[in-house]
């Protein structure tokens, strides 16, 4: 099941907070049940951005060249009309949805459940 729309907010789970947008340095995300990186961001944007991208869609909300290409799959159901995204491990991280820009960009709206793990020591 999907996660409901802005988990990410709620204050015992803190998302956006727990990262200095200060700081000028790319986060990566792991994937919470492998602990394999997932998305690295933020990538050709500020972190003010993908804050707010973040909070408008009610997910995280990762774009394309955030995505660590070799362990992110996306699944096409009902003849691509959904696309749901996994991690190569099979956890069920989100959905790839359009942008609002309309240049064709996808975003990747992802639980922020399954992007909580950390890496392996």
């Given at each position: 099941?999907?996660?409901?729309?802005?988990?990410?907010?709620?204050?015992?789970?803190?998302?956006?907070?727990?990262?200095?947008?200060?700081s000028n340095t790319n986060?990566?995300?792991?994937?919470?049940?492998?602990?394999?990186?997932?998305?690295?961001?933020?990538?050709?944007?500020?972190?003010?951005?993908?804050?707010?991208?973040?909070?408008?869609?009610?997910?995280?909300?990762?774009?394309?060249?955030?995505?660590?290409?070799?362990?992110?799959?996306?699944?096409?159901?009902?003849?691509g009309l959904l696309k749901?995204?996994?991690?190569?491990?099979?956890?069920?991280?989100?959905?790839?949805?359009?942008?609002?820009?309309?240049?064709?960009?996808?975003?990747?709206?992802?639980?922020?459940?399954?992007?909580?793990?950390?890496?392996?020591?």
């Amino acid at each position: 099941d999907m996660q409901s729309q802005n988990v990410f907010a709620r204050p015992e789970i803190n998302f956006l907070n727990v990262i200095d947008p200060t700081s000028n340095t790319n986060v990566t995300f792991y994937d919470s049940v492998c602990a394999i990186p997932l998305f690295v961001a933020p990538v050709n944007r500020s972190w003010d951005d993908f804050q707010l991208d973040t909070i408008r869609h009610g997910w995280p909300s990762f774009r394309q060249e955030e995505v660590v290409d070799d362990n992110v799959v996306v699944v096409d159901y009902y003849g691509g009309l959904l696309k749901v995204v996994e991690s190569k491990c099979g956890t069920r991280l989100g959905t790839i949805e359009p942008a609002d820009e309309d240049n064709g960009a996808l975003r990747y709206c992802v639980d922020v459940s399954c992007i909580a793990g950390k890496p392996e020591s």
